[in-house]
């Protein structure tokens, strides 16, 4: 299988799907590997990295997509991809066209098949395609808010963790799977108040488990409301597999918010689960609503691209080593990951 990675051309992206260690393996293995130059330097690896365990550098896109078959990489293909496409092409990354409508038209022009990572699925529910990057951005969700709360940021000026004779900081976080979890151990390790919302009961049981400062609670939307009304910092982190994000806190709730007060949608790349949420870059990565900041980038691992490709790559390898075979979408894990196909929708989230 001749297999592709091109770079990045997401705003301030700097991930790689697959390190060097990674495309080792697949050489070994009789794959031709190919890596659009320069697709690895902001992660930290160097097209002599990727030469050195036998990937050939090729000069540019057009030359990347025209050799590859298994088209790599990691986020949704962009104007400048979309280009190169081919409808022989089979297309692994992140997709996300529940969110993009305009995207998911012009595959299924191309008439290329499409494997999302979000919606590859193992037979008990989990995605272990999307957990890698839901951990990183439920932690990178707390870091960039509570710099946010600084004054000079425009914030409430509040320290989450408080101190003797000072209040800690209140986060509310909707959603407990890979990303929520991941906020609400961060903003407890912090020693700020933390209130956590979802409808399973495992999963409110672990957020208890984490501390006396967590409470773990039913999202009823009259309690969703008074919480957020009092939070200083909430993480939206609510997700439903391949479809577009339910809007859990109105404009209303945003409106009841204190000035300063600082809101996180994770769950922007599947349309957001605020309804004042807007996608943003890291180029210009907030906004105000009713003077409460919004963080809603649509690739919030990418801030982080050396940690980022290393835990992408080791979960997405054996899967990538799978479709390097003819009867790949005999995985029904990979078959469930299926999107679009020979211009049709296929995933039953994008048919409904």
């Known amino acids: 299988m001749r297999i592709g990675i091109p770079r990045e051309t997401k705003t301030l992206e700097g991930r790689v799907a697959l390190v060097p260690a990674a495309c080792g393996d697949l050489v070994r293995a009789g794959h031709d590997v190919y890596i659009e130059a320069d697709a690895g330097r902001l992660s930290g690896f160097a097209d002599s990295d990727f030469e050195a365990v036998g990937v050939k550098v090729l000069p540019d896109a057009a030359a990347l997509y025209g050799k590859a078959e298994l088209v790599v990489k990691v986020k949704e293909p962009i104007a400048g991809d979309l280009e190169h496409l081919r409808e022989d092409h089979l297309l692994f990354c992140y997709l996300h066209l529940a969110a993009e409508p305009k995207l998911t038209e012009r595959l299924l022009e191309i008439g290329l098949t499409g494997v999302a990572f979000e919606t590859v699925e193992e037979a008990d529910g989990s995605l272990p395609l999307l957990a890698p990057m839901s951990n990183i951005a439920g932690r990178i969700g707390v870091q960039v808010a509570t710099h946010l709360l600084h004054q000079p940021q425009g914030g409430r000026g509040i320290l989450l963790g408080g101190l003797p004779s000072a209040d800690r900081g209140h986060v509310v976080v909707l959603g407990a799977g890979a990303a929520g979890g991941n906020s609400a151990r ?60 339910p809007h859990v806190v109105t404009r209303e709730m945003i409106s ?53 490709s290393q835990a992408l790559s080791a979960a997405i390898l054996p899967y990538v080593q799978r479709m390097a075979r003819s009867d790949w979408a005999e995985m029904e894990s990979l078959a469930r990951g299926i999107n679009v196909r020979d211009g049709e929708l296929v995933h039953p989230a994008l048919k409904s």
């Open 256 to 308: 009841n918010m204190e000035a300063g007060s600082v809101v996180v949608d994770i769950s922007v790349d599947q349309g957001g689960c605020f309804e004042t949420t807007r996608p943003t870059t890291y180029a210009d990565p907030t906004y105000k609503v009713d003077d409460v900041t919004h963080f809603a980038v649509t690739n919030m691992p990418g801030a982080v691209p050396r940690t980022s």
């Open 186 to 245: 961060l903003a407890a390790a912090s020693g700020a108040r933390v209130t956590v919302f979802d409808k399973r009961q495992d999963r409110l049981a672990e957020m208890m488990a984490i501390g006396p400062n967590v409470t773990a609670l039913y999202p009823y939307i009259e309690t969703v409301g008074d919480f957020v009304a009092r939070a200083d910092m909430v993480i939206g982190a609510v997700l439903v597999t391949g479809a577009r994000a």
